[in-house]
């Protein structure tokens, strides 16, 4: 199991690490996978902060906890980070059908921040779309966005609708952390192209993004996952659970 530890305001020390990690060891036994696990240390206001970030099983799970000693931040945020898996396992295990990997864009309810928790993870289809196709499929599925594999630019796009009734496609360029934006009409399939601007795009871990998508209310967030180098973007499902669409 890889984990990476980050220090923040703290001495690095691999007494830490050598007991987060035997803390964390335990995990394996829980999943089926676990695809990597990001370690956090940081000191707030006299209080030394653990913050657990768990790529598991198409799943993430967030925990934050503090105190004033290191090793006690460490029993809370592993003991809070098992009752949270506890709970994801007991809620699957209780559904009746399974859940598709395919765009579930919900309508949005937000939900109060807290210090735990648990993200669907959907990967966008690898099936490689223009311009066209993308904008129909979004039409199509009425969805609120849609995360695609463009065939011109060789690399993940996103296309949205705009409350004027045009779209934006929106592309990473080749240099990370900027994208540019399209903004098209579309009318009898054909494409005209309104405007073309270039952003900065927001190299974030997932915890960032969650506290950017709450602090601005926003319905959905597309930013580059600092850990994959790609883009992802965080939405609310139906339920008000978060859920996270990134590349295959």
């Known amino acids: 199991m ?37 370690v956090r240390f940081n000191l707030v206001r006299q209080h030394q902060v653990c913050e657990l970030t768990v790529h598991a099983d198409s799943t993430v799970f967030h925990v934050a906890k503090q105190d004033k000693d290191l090793y006690a ?44 928790v648990t993200i669907h993870v959907y990967e966008a289809p690898p099936k490689p779309m223009t311009d066209t196709e993308a904008i129909l499929q979004l ?21 949205l609708p705009r409350p004027d009734g045009n779209y934006s496609l929106i592309s990473p360029t080749k240099e990370l952390g900027q994208y540019n ?32 998508l709450r602090e601005n209310n926003l319905e959905y967030f597309a930013f580059v996952n600092e850990e994959s180098r790609r883009m992802n973007i965080l939405f609310y499902e139906k339920t008000g659970d978060l859920a996270l669409k990134k590349p295959v």
Do not use: W
């Open 181 to 212: 934006e399209k903004v098209v009409s579309f009318r009898e399939a054909n494409i005209n192209e309104i405007s073309f601007s270039l952003y900065p795009l927001s190299i974030l871990t997932i915890p960032e993004a969650i506290d950017l």
């Open 2 to 38: 890889d984990i990476a530890y980050y220090f923040k305001n703290l001495e690095p020390t691999e007494a830490i690490k050598q007991y987060c990690s035997e803390k964390l060891t335990k995990l394996q036994d829980r999943f089926h996978h676990i695809e990597a696990v990001d």
């Open 73 to 116: 931040s460490i029993d809370l945020a592993t003991e809070t980070l098992n009752t949270q898996v506890d709970k994801y396992h007991k809620k699957m295990d209780g559904r009746t059908s399974s859940r598709s990997a395919a765009d579930v864009i919900p309508s949005f309810t937000p939900v109060a921040p807290e210090e735990q």
């Open 139 to 159: 039409q199509n599925e009425k969805f609120r966005f849609h995360m695609f594999h463009h065939i011109e630019e060789k690399r993940y796009s996103l296309v």
